[in-house]
Protein backbone atom coordinates (compact mmCIF):
# COMPACT_ATOMS: atom_id res chain seq x y z
CA UNK A 1 0.00 0.00 0.00
CA UNK A 2 1.54 3.48 -0.85
CA UNK A 3 1.87 6.33 1.17
CA UNK A 4 -0.85 8.36 -0.41
CA UNK A 5 -3.18 5.79 0.50
CA UNK A 6 -1.98 5.54 3.64
CA UNK A 7 -2.35 8.91 3.87
CA UNK A 8 -6.13 9.36 2.40
CA UNK A 9 -7.12 6.41 4.80
CA UNK A 10 -5.73 7.72 7.88
CA UNK A 11 -7.85 11.02 7.66
CA UNK A 12 -10.40 9.19 6.95
CA UNK A 13 -10.06 7.36 10.20
CA UNK A 14 -9.17 10.84 12.33
CA UNK A 15 -12.95 12.16 10.79
CA UNK A 16 -14.68 8.92 11.29
CA UNK A 17 -13.29 9.09 14.90
CA UNK A 18 -14.33 12.73 15.59
CA UNK A 19 -18.21 12.52 13.48
CA UNK A 20 -18.92 9.82 15.64
CA UNK A 21 -17.88 11.31 19.09
CA UNK A 22 -18.19 15.08 19.94
CA UNK A 23 -19.00 15.79 16.34
CA UNK A 24 -21.04 19.21 17.27
CA UNK A 25 -18.78 22.34 17.51
CA UNK A 26 -17.18 23.44 20.91
CA UNK A 27 -18.21 27.12 22.43
CA UNK A 28 -17.03 28.21 26.06
CA UNK A 29 -19.39 31.02 26.04
CA UNK A 30 -22.80 29.13 24.89
CA UNK A 31 -24.70 30.72 27.91
CA UNK A 32 -24.83 33.91 26.56
CA UNK A 33 -26.72 32.23 23.81
CA UNK A 34 -28.12 29.00 23.73
CA UNK A 35 -29.57 28.83 20.70
CA UNK A 36 -26.11 26.89 19.19
CA UNK A 37 -26.97 24.01 21.17
CA UNK A 38 -31.03 23.84 21.90
CA UNK A 39 -33.64 24.73 19.41
CA UNK A 40 -36.03 25.91 22.01
CA UNK A 41 -34.17 28.95 23.05
CA UNK A 42 -35.92 31.14 20.12
CA UNK A 43 -37.60 33.66 21.15
CA UNK A 44 -36.98 33.66 25.15
CA UNK A 45 -35.07 36.89 25.01
CA UNK A 46 -38.02 38.99 24.23
CA UNK A 47 -36.36 40.94 21.72
CA UNK A 48 -34.65 40.75 18.21
CA UNK A 49 -31.32 39.05 19.55
CA UNK A 50 -28.39 38.94 17.45
CA UNK A 51 -24.91 37.10 18.33
CA UNK A 52 -21.48 36.43 16.48
CA UNK A 53 -19.19 34.42 18.13
CA UNK A 54 -15.59 33.96 16.51
CA UNK A 55 -13.76 31.18 18.63
CA UNK A 56 -10.02 29.62 17.33
CA UNK A 57 -8.95 26.86 19.14
CA UNK A 58 -5.00 25.52 19.84
CA UNK A 59 -4.30 29.32 18.37
CA UNK A 60 -0.35 28.84 16.75
CA UNK A 61 -1.11 24.86 15.83
CA UNK A 62 -0.87 24.52 11.98
CA UNK A 63 -4.92 23.09 11.24
CA UNK A 64 -5.96 24.03 14.34
CA UNK A 65 -10.50 24.42 14.34
CA UNK A 66 -11.91 27.17 13.83
CA UNK A 67 -15.27 28.97 14.12
CA UNK A 68 -17.77 31.33 13.48
CA UNK A 69 -21.21 31.54 14.05
CA UNK A 70 -24.22 34.38 13.69
CA UNK A 71 -27.86 33.33 15.38
CA UNK A 72 -30.21 35.77 15.11
CA UNK A 73 -34.05 34.61 17.21
CA UNK A 74 -37.32 36.41 18.35
CA UNK A 75 -40.77 35.87 19.72
CA UNK A 76 -44.06 36.75 17.39
CA UNK A 77 -47.40 35.77 17.65
CA UNK A 78 -47.42 37.71 21.50
CA UNK A 79 -44.32 35.97 22.01
CA UNK A 80 -45.99 32.54 22.11
CA UNK A 81 -44.03 31.55 19.12
CA UNK A 82 -40.37 31.69 18.53
CA UNK A 83 -38.16 31.75 15.59
CA UNK A 84 -34.56 31.70 15.03
CA UNK A 85 -31.62 31.29 12.27
CA UNK A 86 -27.79 30.39 12.24
CA UNK A 87 -24.96 30.18 10.12
CA UNK A 88 -21.79 28.14 11.45
CA UNK A 89 -18.78 28.01 9.75
CA UNK A 90 -15.87 25.37 11.16
CA UNK A 91 -13.07 24.20 9.55
CA UNK A 92 -10.23 21.59 10.95
CA UNK A 93 -7.16 21.37 8.90
CA UNK A 94 -8.67 20.61 5.05
CA UNK A 95 -12.06 19.87 5.93
CA UNK A 96 -14.37 23.34 5.60
CA UNK A 97 -18.18 23.29 7.52
CA UNK A 98 -20.70 25.61 6.70
CA UNK A 99 -24.26 24.49 8.35
CA UNK A 100 -27.32 27.11 7.81
CA UNK A 101 -30.29 26.44 9.96
CA UNK A 102 -33.72 27.32 11.10
CA UNK A 103 -35.37 27.31 14.60
CA UNK A 104 -39.01 27.15 15.74
CA UNK A 105 -40.45 27.00 19.25
CA UNK A 106 -43.66 27.18 20.69
CA UNK A 107 -43.64 28.60 24.73
CA UNK A 108 -46.75 26.94 26.99
CA UNK A 109 -47.15 29.39 29.85
CA UNK A 110 -46.98 27.34 33.54
CA UNK A 111 -48.04 28.44 37.05
CA UNK A 112 -44.55 29.76 37.64
CA UNK A 113 -42.63 29.59 34.36
CA UNK A 114 -42.47 28.69 30.58
CA UNK A 115 -42.12 26.11 28.99
CA UNK A 116 -40.47 26.24 25.60
CA UNK A 117 -40.09 23.59 23.29
CA UNK A 118 -38.54 23.45 20.14
CA UNK A 119 -37.30 21.91 16.64
CA UNK A 120 -34.74 22.59 14.32
CA UNK A 121 -33.84 21.90 10.96
CA UNK A 122 -30.60 22.91 8.63
CA UNK A 123 -28.29 20.87 6.35
CA UNK A 124 -24.04 21.13 6.62
CA UNK A 125 -21.81 21.28 3.70
CA UNK A 126 -18.26 19.49 4.17
CA UNK A 127 -15.67 20.84 1.36
CA UNK A 128 -12.58 18.96 1.98
CA UNK A 129 -9.68 20.68 -0.04
CA UNK A 130 -6.91 18.23 -1.21
CA UNK A 131 -4.70 21.28 -1.93
CA UNK A 132 -4.11 21.76 1.73
CA UNK A 133 -2.34 18.67 2.00
CA UNK A 134 0.98 17.67 1.04
CA UNK A 135 1.17 14.66 -1.17
CA UNK A 136 4.11 12.84 -1.06
CA UNK A 137 3.48 10.54 -3.97
CA UNK A 138 2.12 12.73 -6.84
CA UNK A 139 1.85 9.78 -9.19
CA UNK A 140 -0.47 7.69 -6.87
CA UNK A 141 -3.72 6.33 -8.72
CA UNK A 142 -6.05 7.28 -5.71
CA UNK A 143 -4.37 10.85 -5.46
CA UNK A 144 -4.71 11.40 -8.92
CA UNK A 145 -8.53 10.34 -9.29
CA UNK A 146 -9.48 13.11 -6.62
CA UNK A 147 -10.71 16.21 -7.68
CA UNK A 148 -9.32 19.41 -6.07
CA UNK A 149 -12.26 19.50 -4.04
CA UNK A 150 -14.81 16.82 -2.65
CA UNK A 151 -17.94 18.25 -1.45
CA UNK A 152 -20.92 16.72 0.73
CA UNK A 153 -24.02 17.53 2.07
CA UNK A 154 -25.75 16.86 5.42
CA UNK A 155 -29.28 17.29 6.52
CA UNK A 156 -29.65 17.72 10.35
CA UNK A 157 -33.07 17.93 12.92
CA UNK A 158 -32.53 18.89 16.48
CA UNK A 159 -35.15 18.86 19.13
CA UNK A 160 -35.30 21.19 22.41
CA UNK A 161 -37.11 21.96 25.59
CA UNK A 162 -36.22 24.83 27.29
CA UNK A 163 -38.27 25.86 31.16
CA UNK A 164 -37.19 29.05 32.98
CA UNK A 165 -38.28 31.79 35.04
CA UNK A 166 -37.05 35.42 36.29
CA UNK A 167 -34.12 34.00 37.40
CA UNK A 168 -34.15 29.91 36.76
CA UNK A 169 -34.02 27.42 33.84
CA UNK A 170 -32.90 24.18 33.13
CA UNK A 171 -33.00 22.85 29.24
CA UNK A 172 -32.19 19.84 27.54
CA UNK A 173 -31.87 18.98 23.53
CA UNK A 174 -30.64 16.75 21.38
CA UNK A 175 -29.02 17.17 17.92
CA UNK A 176 -28.18 15.57 14.73
CA UNK A 177 -31.75 13.05 14.56
CA UNK A 178 -31.35 12.61 10.90
CA UNK A 179 -28.54 10.36 11.37
CA UNK A 180 -26.54 11.89 8.49
CA UNK A 181 -23.61 10.08 6.45
CA UNK A 182 -20.35 10.94 4.88
CA UNK A 183 -18.99 8.02 2.68
CA UNK A 184 -15.35 6.74 2.21
CA UNK A 185 -13.66 9.63 0.18
CA UNK A 186 -11.64 6.21 -1.15
CA UNK A 187 -14.54 4.20 -2.03
CA UNK A 188 -17.64 5.95 -2.10
CA UNK A 189 -19.90 2.88 -2.26
CA UNK A 190 -17.75 1.01 1.01
CA UNK A 191 -17.79 2.10 4.61
CA UNK A 192 -19.29 5.23 5.82
CA UNK A 193 -19.12 7.97 8.40
CA UNK A 194 -22.08 8.53 10.17
CA UNK A 195 -23.75 11.38 12.72
CA UNK A 196 -24.72 10.43 15.69
CA UNK A 197 -27.21 12.22 18.27
CA UNK A 198 -25.46 14.47 20.84
CA UNK A 199 -27.25 15.44 23.87
CA UNK A 200 -26.87 18.43 25.94
CA UNK A 201 -28.43 19.34 29.64
CA UNK A 202 -28.04 22.62 30.80
CA UNK A 203 -29.27 24.25 34.36
CA UNK A 204 -28.53 27.53 35.91
CA UNK A 205 -29.66 30.10 38.89
CA UNK A 206 -29.46 33.56 39.44
CA UNK A 207 -28.84 34.88 43.07
CA UNK A 208 -29.10 38.46 44.21
CA UNK A 209 -26.19 38.82 46.65
CA UNK A 210 -26.75 42.34 46.49
CA UNK A 211 -28.36 45.23 44.39
CA UNK A 212 -25.16 45.33 42.55
CA UNK A 213 -23.87 41.42 42.94
CA UNK A 214 -25.87 38.82 41.18
CA UNK A 215 -23.74 35.07 41.02
CA UNK A 216 -25.13 32.70 38.46
CA UNK A 217 -23.63 28.93 38.92
CA UNK A 218 -24.78 27.00 36.11
CA UNK A 219 -23.41 23.88 34.37
CA UNK A 220 -23.70 21.69 30.99
CA UNK A 221 -23.28 17.96 30.78
CA UNK A 222 -22.70 16.89 27.28
CA UNK A 223 -22.68 13.32 25.56
CA UNK A 224 -22.54 11.87 22.22
CA UNK A 225 -23.43 8.02 21.00
CA UNK A 226 -20.20 5.75 21.58
CA UNK A 227 -18.54 9.23 23.52
CA UNK A 228 -18.00 9.44 27.23
CA UNK A 229 -19.59 12.28 29.38
CA UNK A 230 -18.25 15.94 29.69
CA UNK A 231 -19.73 18.56 32.08
CA UNK A 232 -18.95 22.49 32.04
CA UNK A 233 -19.44 23.53 35.80
CA UNK A 234 -19.51 27.18 35.59
CA UNK A 235 -20.01 30.20 38.20
CA UNK A 236 -20.30 33.75 36.64
CA UNK A 237 -20.51 36.87 38.83
CA UNK A 238 -22.94 40.16 37.43
CA UNK A 239 -21.02 43.27 38.74
CA UNK A 240 -23.57 46.25 39.13
CA UNK A 241 -25.53 44.87 36.07
CA UNK A 242 -22.81 46.00 34.28
CA UNK A 243 -19.63 43.42 33.60
CA UNK A 244 -19.82 39.47 34.31
CA UNK A 245 -16.67 37.84 35.37
CA UNK A 246 -16.72 33.68 35.03
CA UNK A 247 -14.80 30.57 35.92
CA UNK A 248 -15.81 27.33 34.17
CA UNK A 249 -14.40 24.06 34.90
CA UNK A 250 -14.95 21.45 32.08
CA UNK A 251 -14.05 17.42 32.62
CA UNK A 252 -11.19 16.16 31.25
CA UNK A 253 -9.47 19.52 29.90
CA UNK A 254 -9.18 22.48 31.93
CA UNK A 255 -10.53 25.70 33.01
CA UNK A 256 -12.18 28.85 31.02
CA UNK A 257 -12.12 31.97 31.52
CA UNK A 258 -14.40 34.46 30.56
CA UNK A 259 -16.03 38.24 30.88
CA UNK A 260 -18.56 40.14 29.00
CA UNK A 261 -19.14 43.60 29.34
CA UNK A 262 -22.72 44.91 28.89
CA UNK A 263 -22.05 48.56 26.92
CA UNK A 264 -25.75 49.44 26.75
CA UNK A 265 -28.57 47.85 27.31
CA UNK A 266 -28.73 46.61 24.14
CA UNK A 267 -25.30 45.95 22.90
CA UNK A 268 -22.65 44.01 24.54
CA UNK A 269 -19.50 41.80 23.79
CA UNK A 270 -17.32 38.89 25.70
CA UNK A 271 -14.44 37.28 25.41
CA UNK A 272 -13.04 33.90 26.89
CA UNK A 273 -9.64 32.17 27.26
CA UNK A 274 -9.82 28.04 27.11
CA UNK A 275 -6.62 26.48 29.52
CA UNK A 276 -5.68 22.97 29.02
CA UNK A 277 -4.48 20.58 32.09
CA UNK A 278 -2.71 18.67 29.12
CA UNK A 279 0.42 18.64 26.74
CA UNK A 280 -1.36 20.02 23.91
CA UNK A 281 -1.77 23.46 25.76
CA UNK A 282 1.63 23.43 26.50
CA UNK A 283 2.57 23.57 22.40
CA UNK A 284 -0.51 26.07 21.53
CA UNK A 285 -1.71 29.28 22.75
CA UNK A 286 -4.65 28.16 24.54
CA UNK A 287 -7.77 28.59 22.77
CA UNK A 288 -9.70 32.00 23.08
CA UNK A 289 -13.31 32.87 21.93
CA UNK A 290 -15.42 36.57 21.32
CA UNK A 291 -19.04 37.09 21.08
CA UNK A 292 -20.66 40.34 19.78
CA UNK A 293 -24.37 40.45 20.80
CA UNK A 294 -27.09 43.07 19.67
CA UNK A 295 -30.51 43.37 20.85
CA UNK A 296 -33.10 45.32 18.61
CA UNK A 297 -36.80 46.77 19.32
CA UNK A 298 -37.68 45.03 23.03
CA UNK A 299 -40.61 43.87 22.82
CA UNK A 300 -40.07 43.83 26.98
CA UNK A 301 -41.59 46.99 28.24
CA UNK A 302 -40.83 47.27 31.53
CA UNK A 303 -37.64 47.98 32.73
CA UNK A 304 -37.13 45.07 35.34
CA UNK A 305 -33.72 43.34 34.59
CA UNK A 306 -33.85 39.64 34.65
CA UNK A 307 -30.62 37.77 35.98
CA UNK A 308 -31.45 35.03 34.00
CA UNK A 309 -30.61 36.96 30.43
CA UNK A 310 -26.48 36.37 31.35
Keep these: MSKQILVLFSLFFLLSCS ?17 VINPAYAGTRDALSTTMVMRYQWVGV ?17 KKIGIGFHVVADQIG ?15 YLPKGKLALGLRFGVYQYVYDW ?3 THYDQNDA ?25 DYYVGFSVTQLFNGRINSLV ?3 GDYSSFVPHYFLTMGKAFDVSQSVIVNPSFMVKTADNSPFSADINCNVLLDHKVWAGLSFRTDFGLVFLTQVNISEKFHVGC ?10 KLSGGSYEISVGYNFNSLLKSNVFSPRYF
Design 19 to 35: IQAQQDPQYSQYMFNQL
Design 62 to 78: SGAPNTQTFSIHSPIKK
Design 94 to 108: PVKNTGVFGSYSYKL
Design 131 to 133: NAI
Design 142 to 166: VYQQLQPHSTFYVPSADFGAYYYTR
Design 187 to 189: EPS
Design 272 to 281: SYDWGFNELT
